[in-house]
Protein backbone atom coordinates (compact mmCIF):
# COMPACT_ATOMS: atom_id res chain seq x y z
CA UNK A 1 0.00 0.00 0.00
CA UNK A 2 0.87 3.79 -0.70
CA UNK A 3 0.39 6.62 1.75
CA UNK A 4 -0.07 10.06 0.56
CA UNK A 5 -1.46 13.32 2.47
CA UNK A 6 -0.66 15.13 6.05
CA UNK A 7 -1.75 14.72 9.54
CA UNK A 8 -2.52 17.66 12.06
CA UNK A 9 -2.35 17.30 15.69
CA UNK A 10 -5.43 16.02 16.19
CA UNK A 11 -4.82 12.80 14.13
CA UNK A 12 -6.84 14.21 11.26
CA UNK A 13 -5.75 13.43 7.83
CA UNK A 14 -5.65 16.43 5.67
CA UNK A 15 -6.45 17.31 2.18
CA UNK A 16 -3.81 16.83 -0.47
CA UNK A 17 -3.20 18.32 -4.31
CA UNK A 18 -2.58 15.71 -7.22
CA UNK A 19 -5.11 12.83 -6.11
CA UNK A 20 -5.07 11.81 -9.30
CA UNK A 21 -1.52 11.77 -10.44
CA UNK A 22 -0.48 10.24 -6.96
CA UNK A 23 -2.89 7.40 -7.71
CA UNK A 24 -2.21 7.42 -11.42
CA UNK A 25 1.86 6.62 -10.62
CA UNK A 26 1.51 4.23 -7.79
CA UNK A 27 -1.15 2.06 -10.09
CA UNK A 28 1.55 2.52 -13.28
CA UNK A 29 4.66 1.09 -10.66
CA UNK A 30 1.83 -1.87 -9.41
CA UNK A 31 1.12 -3.06 -12.74
CA UNK A 32 5.03 -3.17 -13.97
CA UNK A 33 5.48 -5.52 -11.55
CA UNK A 34 2.60 -7.17 -12.06
CA UNK A 35 -0.84 -6.49 -9.98
CA UNK A 36 -2.12 -8.52 -7.42
CA UNK A 37 -5.08 -7.95 -5.22
CA UNK A 38 -3.14 -6.87 -2.68
CA UNK A 39 -1.69 -2.97 -4.24
CA UNK A 40 -3.94 0.16 -3.79
CA UNK A 41 -3.81 3.40 -1.87
CA UNK A 42 -4.53 5.18 1.14
CA UNK A 43 -5.64 8.84 0.66
CA UNK A 44 -7.53 11.48 2.65
CA UNK A 45 -11.26 10.89 2.53
CA UNK A 46 -12.33 14.62 1.68
CA UNK A 47 -10.35 14.06 -1.72
CA UNK A 48 -11.94 11.23 -2.73
CA UNK A 49 -14.90 13.66 -4.37
CA UNK A 50 -11.93 15.10 -6.28
CA UNK A 51 -11.08 11.20 -8.04
CA UNK A 52 -11.09 11.36 -11.75
CA UNK A 53 -9.03 8.31 -12.45
CA UNK A 54 -8.44 6.67 -15.72
CA UNK A 55 -10.63 3.83 -16.49
CA UNK A 56 -8.03 1.31 -16.60
CA UNK A 57 -7.95 2.35 -12.38
CA UNK A 58 -11.44 2.26 -12.00
CA UNK A 59 -11.13 -1.30 -13.92
CA UNK A 60 -8.93 -2.89 -11.70
CA UNK A 61 -10.45 -1.37 -8.54
CA UNK A 62 -13.88 -3.15 -9.09
CA UNK A 63 -12.08 -6.23 -9.79
CA UNK A 64 -10.40 -5.89 -6.64
CA UNK A 65 -7.07 -6.09 -8.24
CA UNK A 66 -6.09 -2.41 -7.02
CA UNK A 67 -7.57 -0.70 -3.84
CA UNK A 68 -8.12 3.24 -2.79
CA UNK A 69 -8.82 3.75 0.91
CA UNK A 70 -9.97 6.88 1.68
CA UNK A 71 -9.67 7.65 5.51
CA UNK A 72 -10.64 10.64 7.83
CA UNK A 73 -7.91 9.95 10.48
CA UNK A 74 -4.57 8.15 11.31
CA UNK A 75 -6.11 5.43 13.52
CA UNK A 76 -7.76 4.68 10.24
CA UNK A 77 -4.81 4.43 8.56
CA UNK A 78 -3.39 2.71 11.13
CA UNK A 79 -6.35 -0.24 11.34
CA UNK A 80 -6.05 -0.60 7.81
CA UNK A 81 -1.98 -0.87 7.43
CA UNK A 82 -1.83 -3.73 11.09
CA UNK A 83 -5.38 -5.24 10.58
CA UNK A 84 -5.41 -4.46 14.28
CA UNK A 85 -7.99 -1.83 15.70
CA UNK A 86 -6.55 1.31 16.82
CA UNK A 87 -8.88 1.65 20.09
CA UNK A 88 -10.87 4.90 20.68
CA UNK A 89 -9.77 6.46 24.06
CA UNK A 90 -12.47 6.46 27.20
CA UNK A 91 -13.13 9.55 29.21
CA UNK A 92 -10.29 8.19 31.67
CA UNK A 93 -7.48 8.38 28.37
CA UNK A 94 -7.71 4.40 28.53
CA UNK A 95 -7.54 2.52 25.78
CA UNK A 96 -9.05 -0.78 24.92
CA UNK A 97 -7.52 -4.11 25.91
CA UNK A 98 -4.79 -5.04 23.23
CA UNK A 99 -6.03 -2.27 20.73
CA UNK A 100 -3.05 -0.75 19.40
CA UNK A 101 -3.54 2.90 21.32
CA UNK A 102 -3.33 0.44 24.41
CA UNK A 103 -0.51 -1.09 23.17
CA UNK A 104 1.92 1.90 22.71
CA UNK A 105 0.29 3.46 25.83
CA UNK A 106 1.44 0.22 27.83
CA UNK A 107 5.20 0.18 26.00
CA UNK A 108 5.72 4.13 26.39
CA UNK A 109 4.85 3.71 30.11
CA UNK A 110 7.28 0.51 30.19
CA UNK A 111 10.11 3.02 28.96
CA UNK A 112 9.34 5.26 31.47
CA UNK A 113 9.67 2.91 33.83
CA UNK A 114 13.10 1.29 32.16
CA UNK A 115 14.44 5.59 32.71
CA UNK A 116 13.28 5.81 36.25
CA UNK A 117 15.08 2.61 37.45
CA UNK A 118 18.01 3.43 35.30
CA UNK A 119 18.20 7.00 36.97
CA UNK A 120 18.09 5.19 40.36
CA UNK A 121 20.23 2.50 39.66
CA UNK A 122 22.50 5.66 38.60
CA UNK A 123 22.00 7.68 42.07
CA UNK A 124 19.62 10.32 39.84
CA UNK A 125 22.62 11.04 37.38
CA UNK A 126 21.95 10.43 33.72
CA UNK A 127 23.38 10.67 30.29
CA UNK A 128 19.86 12.51 29.52
CA UNK A 129 20.02 9.66 26.52
Sequence with gaps: ????????????????????????????????????????????????????????????????????????????AIELLTGIPAGEADIAGGFPANSLNWRVANRLLELAQLRQDFAQRNNGVSDNA
Design 1 to 76: LAITGSVNQHGQVQPIGGVNEKIEGFYDICCSIGLDGSQGVIIPAVNQRHLMLREDIVEAAADGLFHIYAVHNADE
